[in-house]
């Protein structure tokens, strides 16, 4: 690998002659890397070619560029081998390696009600983290076994999801289209036509997970092609071209032995007992030298209706995130008690779980397509699936986005005049709030007063001044300088007398003037705006606000805690509370601390309580619904989430956990309602806030209330200007 290093380097000179974007410079550490994940990574291809390839995948991005230099670092090589083959980063070593227990629960979250699959999976994963992949072989060959419907082939999906980043990284093949002799050039070519199915997918994308489904079904002449695939990881297409395949995972799935197991009562009560049946069966079947290239024969068992719910929350994900239902404008909410209704109605032991997934398409898709087509496109919606006796009720809440408000002055085209103008009636209005007598409890609002008075002096007097002053320095007079006696002054060392300064007037521009006073002058507009409501809003003293924060749907943590960052916290005291799901099932309140929270923790919603004058009518207009928008998988996914304001809680986390038992009481007796068909027709729900995480605004001002300031202005100027 190092005698490769001449080749990049006259690679990088090449690139530089042939671009206009300037000279190009790689770190030595991203040298260093860019050799070492070749050389772990890539062993199907040869050096130095095979590095020079990934050195112009790392050029071809923007890196950084400083004076006229585009720099690339480690990160930089490591960004353009993840896109390369899609390795998680916990791989690369670009992250710190995850444990087996993490991987175990992250891929526990994915299937459900099989461990065995989850510890064959979780092994090929920590096998190729730790750079003990065989060298010779593929980096895991896997036999998954047993009824039909149990998640063989979801297990599959996981695996290429974890390891390759994408389910796109799956490869299958129906091996029941593979039941003739002939069959065999399908997979890999013949001489006329030499590009079989297998081998180009291997050719385009080696790092991948190659699924046999159904492998007992494909014609004996399959097994005899996979031989040399299985034990070399080499496969040879028609053209007599080899194709490497030792970057790939091969999965072969099969029902063998799974119609013996089921006619003989009692039998497989234990995971041992299975696997040992399983195993005789595939021994039966194949011949040895087929079945010794297997690494393992990984048994999968009859779904319980526990697991059942688990594969029901997994589907139920999947359909909400098809197309229509995004682009629809419709939030889908499912009661935990349907989702119980419809594993109770459909499950089959025997069928695992593609009669729940057929029952979920009949239920849930078919109505809500019927409910989708009677809407206009920009209509928004959320749409309650419950269960109403043996059959489902469906409840639709349409949702209104808040109206524009009249547009206010916006300080981005303030001219001079207009920053000199809004200072003065700033100015002005600070000094007819005069002295106002409060009690102990609002001396600060007080002190602010005070503070923005003096503000609101000094950028008059040196922001707004047409001159600046220059301190220059002035000579020292020879005399001054002679008479000057070092031993009257020890501790000066002897150094010379200092000199003077003088200021000296510079003109400034008016431009200038505008780029410095402007953001001050906006900020006391904004915060004399927040203290004159609050002086006058002192008599009914502190307001207390509690909003909850309840995500709706499959909302991620990550959406409510958008939500909550995005809230005016800097105008009052504030704390943060949180409803947690422990992994025993107690469920609970607690402080957030801002420590990472344990991964096996689930949040259900957030709560924050504000305190402050007049905090009220700034609050109101953030109740009702944001629209976040996150990425999920490969794509962009929208939750819901609801800002609800608890009446009557004075903060503490105690009164935050009764008034949410109080209104989920309420809630409760609501759903019964719905469920009976004797619920009242509900208020239009509002949108008030939309955007992706980390950046909502409010649909109705077009600002962001995290600027504290600037919202609390915005919406009072916004209400005084309503009671004009």
């Not at 599959?156 to 002939?182: C, H, N, Q, W, Y």
């Not at 290239?293 to 997994?314: C, I």
């Not at 639709?396 to 003065?424: C, G, H, I, M, Y």
Request: glycine residues 8%; hydrophobic residues 40%.
């Amino acid at each position: 690998a190092r005698a490769t290093l001449p080749a990049l380097l006259g690679t990088l000179r090449e690139l530089e002659a042939s671009s206009d974007a300037g000279a190009v410079r790689l770190s030595p550490l991203a040298l260093e890397t860019l050799l070492d994940l070749q050389q772990r990574f890539v062993a199907h291809e040869a050096f130095p070619g095979k590095a020079v390839r990934l050195l112009r995948r790392v050029v071809s991005r923007s890196g950084t560029e400083e004076n006229g230099v585009r720099r690339f670092t480690q990160e930089d090589v490591t960004a353009a081998m993840r896109e390369q083959t899609g390795l998680p980063d916990f791989v690369l070593g670009s992250e710190p390696p995850k444990t087996r227990d993490t991987l175990e629960r992250e891929l526990a979250a994915q299937v459900a009600g099989q461990p065995e699959a989850v510890t064959a999976v979780v092994d090929a994963i920590l096998t190729l983290q730790r750079s003990l992949q065989p060298p010779d072989k593929p980096l895991a060959t896997y036999l998954f076994v047993g009824p039909t419907g149990v998640g063989k082939t979801e297990t599959a999906k996981a695996l290429a999801r974890t390891l390759f980043g994408s389910e796109g990284r799956l490869v299958r093949f129906d091996m029941s289209e593979f039941v003739s002799a002939s069959s065999i050039t399908r997979l890999l070519g013949m001489p006329g036509a030499p590009d079989g199915e297998l081998t180009t997918a291997l050719r385009t994308q080696p790092f991948c997970v190659v699924l046999f489904d159904e492998v007992e079904k494909a014609h004996p002449r399959i097994f005899d092609a996979l031989l040399q695939f299985l034990g070399e990881g080499r496969l040879t297409d028609g053209a007599g071209r080899t194709v490497d395949a030792r970057q790939a995972v091969v999965v072969l799935t099969s029902n063998l032995g799974v119609r013996e197991a089921a006619a003989r009562t009692g039998f497989h009560r234990t995971a041992e007992s299975a696997e040992a049946h399983y195993l005789s069966s595939v021994r039966a079947f194949f011949r040895p030298e087929f079945f010794n290239r297997l690494d393992r024969v990984v048994p999968f068992r009859p779904l319980t209706p526990a697991a059942l719910r688990v594969v029901v929350e997994h589907a139920l994900e999947s359909l909400l995130s098809r197309r229509g239902i995004r682009r629809g404008n419709v939030l889908v909410e499912v009661e935990p008690a349907l989702l119980d209704l419809l594993v109770e109605q459909a499950y089959d032991p025997r069928y695992g779980a593609r009669p729940l997934k057929r029952a979920l398409e009949r239920r849930l898709t078919v109505p809500l397509a019927h409910h989708l087509v009677q809407r206009g496109a920009e209509d928004l919606a959320r749409v309650e699936l419950f269960p109403r006796g043996d059959d489902m009720g469906l409840c639709v809440e349409l949702l209104s986005r808040e109206k524009a408000w009249a547009p206010q002055p916006d300080p981005a085209a303030w001219t001079l005049a207009d920053v000199s103008r809004v200072l003065e009636e700033t100015a002005a209005r600070l000094e007819a709030l005069g002295a106002p007598q409060v009690g102990p409890e609002a001396l600060e609002l007080v002190e602010r007063l005070e503070r923005l008075r003096a503000e609101a002096v000094d950028i008059r007097e040196t922001e707004l001044a047409e001159r600046d002053f220059l301190e220059t320095e002035e000579a020292v007079p020879k005399e001054v300088e002679r008479a000057y006696d070092w031993r009257r002054n020890p501790g000066r060392g002897g150094l010379r007398a200092r000199p003077s300064y003088a200021s000296v007037p510079l003109p400034v521009s008016r431009e200038e003037r505008l780029r410095r006073c402007r953001p001050r002058v906006v900020d006391l507009w904004d915060e004399v705006e927040w203290l004159s409501h609050q002086l006058a809003c002192r008599e009914r003293g502190p307001d207390t606000r509690t909003l909850l924060i309840e995500g709706l749907g499959d909302a991620s943590v990550s959406a409510l805690e958008s939500v909550v960052r995005t809230l005016p916290q800097a105008l009052g005291r504030v704390s943060v509370y949180e409803e947690r799901v422990e992994p025993d099932g107690r469920i609970a309140w607690t402080t957030t601390s801002g420590e990472q929270r344990p991964a096996a923790v689930r949040v259900r919603r957030m709560a924050v309580s504000l305190t402050a004058f007049g905090l009220a009518e700034v609050l109101a207009p953030l109740e009702g619904y944001a629209l976040v928008e996150s990425r999920r998988g490969d794509g962009m996914r929208r939750s819901h989430v609801r800002l609800e304001s608890l009446d009557g809680v004075a903060g503490r986390m105690d009164d935050v956990s009764r008034a949410v038992a109080a209104r989920d009481a309420v809630r409760a007796t609501e759903r019964e309602a719905r469920r009976m068909g004797t619920a009242r027709e509900q208020d239009r729900g509002r949108a008030v806030l939309e955007g992706r995480t980390g950046g909502l605004m409010h649909l109705a001002s077009q600002r962001s209330p995290f600027e504290a300031l600037g919202w609390a202005g915005c919406v009072l100027r916004h209400a005084a200007r309503k009671e004009g």
